[in-house]
């Protein structure tokens, strides 16, 4: 039994955001329960058990990325749906850690961290139409979070040290002539290659002036409430503490800055439009989803707008990912 196409899910429930025309239209669906027994066999003669950290690719082809682990060794194996040919592209031990395993580039590249006995975190990335495996480990910190142009193969990724803040480098496609672009972490390019972003962290001081008010409004609270349970009076509600908005940075393919963005203070699932003109966002802590479109010259990004298309989303919910459509509607 071969099968090119699968999804699971789980009693999920989506907002379709339709844009243009008459402004912004949102359609909440429910998606029924799908029994994993339906799916429990996909791969012919596979050893593996059901749906072993299976990535479909992409770009509409017959080929799946496999992770199979016996709890110490981990292989990755990509498998060709139309031929049932299965191939080894590395083995490794995680060490106990989550490897972190995503295509990039389009759906061309397979990325995943490499951990090691010294506690070093690097990165490889495979080319699923070349076969080429590069790996990228670096002296001076823990090297993750890569992501590949599609257009170039070039390859951002960050760099991590104890009490240092991240940086983000990029460098081309065979690992070489690393550039520093910028201190931030989770750069992602834009699909035609043209231009990514990176998002700042907070400096030191602020982190350690928020840490310090928390530590305040929660020693106030436990204070107030134990008040409270004498008195058995009413709660009183502790004040939040005001956190400063993260920068968001974008930046051409050859790592020259065009503007920032600076008005979200938990930027989080920040996707590109497939036209490369638009992102989407979800601001965690204030609850919203916004959508930012671009003015694009063949030589420099400009900020269009900034609009709120959703609001009064959970704060606590994980799992409110914003995503495209593929024609970007």
Known sequence: MMTKNIKLLYGMVFISIVLGGGGVKAQENTLGMAKIQEAKVILTASKDRILPNLLLEERGKSKGVIRSSDGRLNKLFVEDFDSGERTLIDEFSTHGKNPAIRLSGGGRYVCYNVFGA?????????????????????????????DVNSQTGKILYQIERPGEMAKVYLTDKNGNNHQFIAEGRGARWSPNGK???????????????????????????????????????????????????RRIEFFNAEGESQFEIAQFVEPAHIVWSPQSDKIVLRDWRAGKIFLISFLASTDSLQLNSVEEILSDTPQREYFIHPAWSPDGS
Do not use: C, M
């Open 195 to 245: 231009w990514f972003y990176l998002l700042h962290d907070l400096d030191k001081e602020t982190i350690k002036k928020i840490t310090e008010a928390l530590v305040k409004a929660r020693s106030g609270r436990l204070s107030r409430e134990k008040s409270e349970r004498k008195q058995n009076s009413p709660k009183v509600k502790t004040q939040s503490v005001q956190r400063p908005p």
């Open 118 to 146: 010294d506690r070093s975190v690097s990165f490889k990335i495979y080319d699923l139409e070349t076969g080429e495996l590069i790996h990228i480990k670096r002296a001076d910190g823990n090297a993750g979070g890569p």
